[in-house]
């Protein structure tokens, strides 16, 4: 099998937003979709390793932001590639609170909404959260970051040595030095596994 087949599917960004107690945190997700109409239901996909993921299964509330094509790199690297348990990633990030307590980016953001967890199914390594929607605002006009469109316009562009052996994470850009990655691998930055390294 061509592993890169899965890289053709349509996927979209979010920072994904939770609150417990006084600790506001957020992660980067690439799955969210409106499931149902009526009700009016969402779902996402969060890596069981992320804080973020463990807010929302303690306390069932979460908000995605939209990310748009005009979002920055800084942005993914602040919610993608360190955890919130032992920083702040909201302490340079314009934000709002929606009616549920929990921020949303009110820069680099096209729109957010709003869910409370009705269900949660487990998927070994991730979380699937099916949520109803409670809230959500349009907040522009400019169209939705894929990820075809992050990795033309907004990733940065790996500098990888000459003849170096490896594999790197297409996701975050973390080497792995060596001859094989192993199948279980879980990236130590992003969290993604092994599926999204590919060889030097």
Known sequence: MNIDVMNKISYGLFV????????????IINTAMQVTIEPNCISVVVNKSNYTHDIILKNKEFNISILDESSQFATYKNFGFKSGRDSDKLVEVDFARAANGIVYLTKESNGYISGKVIKTVDLGTHTMFIAEVTDGEILSDKSSVTYAYYYSNIKEKDNVAAGKKGFICIVCGFIYEGETLPPDYICPICKHGAADFRPL
């Open 16 to 27: 994904l937003t939770a609150k417990d107690g006084e600790k506001d945190n957020g992660c």
